[in-house]
């Protein structure tokens, strides 16, 4: 029998056995660099964080507590009193640790190490996106619900964004962000006598033409509101991407 048919039958009676036997084989057969990556508790994904420019994206990673602590650190250690977002020049990266939630059978409590591009939403950098999504297995498109005049330029990005190649399956996080802004009129967008100003996250769906893109392209598609202001709703959508993001 030689070295993969021996992967093949212990994956297979380990299978047959419980998840439990699988941890077992893998100790005995850890010897294969294949196997041990096959078996590893960790991994590095690499997410695209794009959307227009104001859109809150820098901010949204900001408000992640994993990294805010660490900005905290980085602004006790330089004096600093205050962390502010400033836009984003051309992307930076930003890197944290986020464990899968225990629903996978085999990799219990997993952890993914994300390394997420925060690309600027420019006009000018947006092109950079397209070179950028070929190097990713995740997408973040994130959307200033207030920004009401500029919502057919972003599902325009979008649709752009999901005519590359390499963007094809891949699981779309959709982050309707500023929703702590209060407009006096939260659902004005629907009625055409008043001046709109916030787009209720029921009608985002419609105008990103999410259910499109969707069946189109094969995607796992999440919307989610969130506010990086309040820190609400961020986890639990980076908790949705980290369990969805391919293993
Ligand atoms: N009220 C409110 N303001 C927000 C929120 N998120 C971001 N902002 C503000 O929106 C502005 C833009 O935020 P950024 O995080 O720099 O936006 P960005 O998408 O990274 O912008 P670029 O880097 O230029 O592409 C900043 O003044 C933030 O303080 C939010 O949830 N609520
Ligand atoms: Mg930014």
New binding site residues.
Partial sequence: MDWADHCDKALHDAHAAGAWAVRAVAEVVGESTACRRLFSKQRARSALLV??????????LCSLPQVRQRLQKFARDHGLDELR????TALQLVKFTMARSSHHRLHRRAMVNWHVW?????GRARPLWLYYCSLVQAIVF?VDVTDVERIAIARNELKHLFSHPSTRGLPLLVMA?????TTGNDESFASPRTTPRRIATEMLKGMLDLDALQVEHGLHVKLSE?????GKGIEPAFQWLTDHVNW
């Fill in positions: 959307g227009l420019d104001n859109a809150g994206k820098s901010s949204i977002v400033d836009p984003t925060d690309m600027s939403g420019e994130v962000n500023k929703t702590d802004v969130c506010s990086a202001e309040t």
